[in-house]
């Protein structure tokens, strides 16, 4: 059901791209974790290799677990994990940015210092800096990220929570 609102979402816009949910939403039940195992390969078959998937975890993996979902998204062609493990779990972050080679880790978005991206970068706990404009500060520190994104080699994308009118200043 959810692969058919992604497809009709998809021909609507003309979208080469999904973002969907993986995990509990910060903690991961088996039945989570048994569900996450069934949708992905479903989801790819559905959707076929020409749709980028990019799978948000919202912290809900421990370091080993998160390294474990991202080898399924791995098998199936998923292009970027975000927040795999707690936001504030940086070692466990870049453990799992260690493990995984061929999807881009992607994280920032519960933070608000320039200071804690410059050191994110610094570590590789990332492979691509997220700064929500809201939580973050707004377009001028979301621009001071992507500067730090740029020195180290990392890719940028700003994310932001909201989809009505309170986003068109930033847009």
Known sequence: KIADQLLEKLAATGAKGVKIKIGGRMVNTPENAAQTRRY???LRKRLGDGVTIYADANGSYTPTEGIEAGRLLEDHGVAIFEEPCNFEDEEGMKQVNQALTKLKLAGGEQDTSVYRFRRLAQQGVYDILQPD???N????RALQVAKIA??????F?????KADPL???FW
């Open 157 to 161: 994308a700003p994310h932001t929570p």
């Open 40 to 42: 992905i390969p479903t």
């Open 137 to 140: 500060g707004g377009i001028l």
């Open 167 to 169: 986003i068109a200043p």
């Open 133 to 135: 404009l809201y939580y």
């Open 150 to 155: 740029g020195a180290s080699g990392l890719q």
